[in-house]
Each structure stands twice: as C-alpha cells, then as structure tokens.
C-alpha cells in the first residue's frame, strides 16, 4: 500500500551544523512530496513542495530533494539555527482524486545554542 | 486573521460521554480534515470532507463520526469517549490535488 517512512525520531544539533533528514515512499503512482513544520504549540504548516517533475524544491533556507530511484526525498539545511527547532514531517500527496496526504512520522529537530 | 480555528483549544471529558470538535476557516476551501497527533504515530487522518454535507473516513474512523453542515464548519463528534481517544486534534483546509494544507492550532483532548 501507499506509504511513508521516516526513520529519524530525534535529531540534536548544534548552531550552525547541516541538517539532512531522509524519507522513503511507496506507492504506485506518481506523488507529490511535501516537508511540514511544525513549531511548538502550533498546527503543521507546508515548508516545501517537491514535485516528481521537478524534484527539488526550497525554501527559508531549507532544500528538499527527490530521487526517483530510491523513492526517497530528502530535507536539507546548510547551517541551521535554534529557531529550527521544530517537528518536521514528510508527506505524500496521492494521485487521483482522494486529495488526501499521507505522513512519516515527524523528526523532532533540537539545535542547541 | 487566523485562517483556519478550533475549539475548544483544550478539553478534558469523562469516559462514555459525548464530545464534538470544532473547526471554522475561512479560506473557502471546499476540502476539510481532522487528524489526530500522537507520539510514535505522527499524523493520522480520521475523516475528511469534499465540501458542503460530505463527510468521508479516513484511516482511523473508528470511534468518530464528523459533520460538516456548511463550507466554514468542520465537526469531529466522539459520541462516546474513551481513554484511547486522549489525544491532539487537528483541523485543516485545501483545495484541489495535489495541495498544501492549512492546519488549525489544535485541541488537546484529555479523556479521563
């Protein structure tokens, strides 16, 4: 079935240090990838979009890459800060009409000043 | 000016009573979802709804029944609450395929 995994519970940084997080998907269509954010005491909100068209995306800073091959996207930043201390959750966008996205189950990113 | 809102923000509930959920947004999106957020699950969809008197499960249903009487208003009623069911709640709006999401700030469920 259509899925999307996320191993990378917890990441602890330090300012300044480059941030890589991975997901894998699976599915038989052709999705559209999505990273969320989602700050403290907050809903999720979109940070990027990656579409299998042009697979990269950025923004504030932040890259997200997509590799057919592998079927996996991944999240990127070169220096982060400790304002990116944030849950961050990769998600799948289905084909067709369900309009429905399917989500990994969150990185929480933790940068120490 | 928040486009998306729900209430209440937090709610606690006792086992086997009724508890609704609700959410307003004002982006006239015609598609609307509720999720819960749990440790160890991410983001679960429970039901979501194409537009005006359409409701639709999603991955976790059980337990929940939603209604959605207007383009503005999203409700996620739990008619008998359980203590499996403490959890964070949220709404969110979008239109069309493909599209981002607007997510509320979330309710925070305790059922005792």
């Known amino acids: 079935g259509d899925s999307v995994i996320q191993m990378q519970g917890q990441v602890t940084l330090s300012e300044n240090d480059f941030l890589f997080i991975n997901c894998t998907y699976s599915?038989?269509?052709?999705?559209?990838l999505f990273w969320y954010v989602q700050y403290s005491g907050e809903g999720p909100q979109l940070l990027l979009q990656v579409t299998t068209a042009n697979n990269k995306g950025s923004s504030r800073g932040f890259e997200a890459t997509y590799d057919k091959g592998t079927t996996s996207f991944h999240l990127q930043k070169t220096s982060v800060q400790e304002i990116d201390s944030a849950v961050y959750y990769c998600?799948?966008?289905?084909?067709?009409?369900?309009?429905?996205?399917?989500f990994g189950l969150g990185t929480t990113l933790q940068v120490q000043p | 000016e928040a486009a998306v809102t729900q209430s209440p923000r937090n709610k606690v509930a006792v086992t086997g009573g009724k508890v609704t959920l609700s959410c307003n947004q004002t982006?006239?999106?015609?598609?609307m979802y509720w999720y819960r957020q749990d440790t160890g699950h991410g983001l679960r969809l429970i039901h979501y709804s194409y537009g005006a008197g359409s409701t639709e499960k999603g991955d976790i249903p059980d337990g929940y029944k939603a209604s959605r009487p207007s383009q503005e208003n999203f409700s996620l009623i739990l008619e008998l609450a359980t203590p499996s069911q403490t959890s964070v709640y949220f709404c969110a709006s979008g239109e069309g395929n493909y599209a981002e999401q607007f997510f509320g700030p979330g309710t925070r469920l305790t059922v005792l």
């Open positions: 998600a799948m966008s289905l084909t067709g009409n369900t309009r429905k996205l399917i």
């Open positions: 982006n006239n999106h015609n598609n």
């Open positions: 599915t038989t269509g052709y999705p559209t």
